[in-house]
């Protein structure tokens, strides 16, 4: 299930090799990979994902996210994809949670204000209460 945070931006749980050519069809130039390969039984390579969306014509990037936590060189990667794509992108992970927070952490050290980012967040049903000071602190203020 795809969830929409902002005109530009997606988040999804684990996706398949074949749901990339409809990815590609619903306008989606990028996709973005935030779980780690070998984190759960019979889930999909990261090679396996890039080989179809590059057999689609989508660009990748594997930004893993692992259960100790948020860098900022993965923030910084998030941000540099993101404006890399120049359209629209799906990020995915287990279940589009770290997703949804990675995205909103490299928005907010970009300068985007928090509370957008949090409105953005709900609408789309997640709740970032949890890193809202990190946020906070990585906007600086704005």
């Not at 090799?17 to 759960?40: C, F, K, Q």
């Not at 995915?92 to 980012?117: E, F, H």
């Amino acid at each position: 299930m795809i969830r929409v945070l902002n005109e530009t931006v997606s988040v999804a749980p684990q996706i398949l090799p074949e749901h990339i050519a409809a990815l590609a069809d619903d306008g989606y130039v990028m996709v973005i990979n935030n779980r780690p390969d070998g984190e759960e039984p019979g889930q999909p390579t990261g090679d396996a994902i890039r080989a179809a969306a590059e057999a689609a014509g989508l660009q990748y990037a594997a930004i893993p996210v692992t259960h100790a936590g948020f860098s900022h060189p993965q923030l910084d990667a998030m941000a540099q994809a993101l404006v890399a794509a120049e359209g629209r992108v799906l990020a995915y992970c287990r279940s589009g949670t770290r997703s949804c927070n990675l995205w909103a952490l490299a928005a907010a050290k970009a300068g985007r204000n928090p509370d957008l980012l949090v409105a953005q967040a709900e609408g789309a049903g997640y709740d970032l209460s949890a890193i809202r000071p990190l946020l906070d602190t990585l906007s600086g203020g704005r």
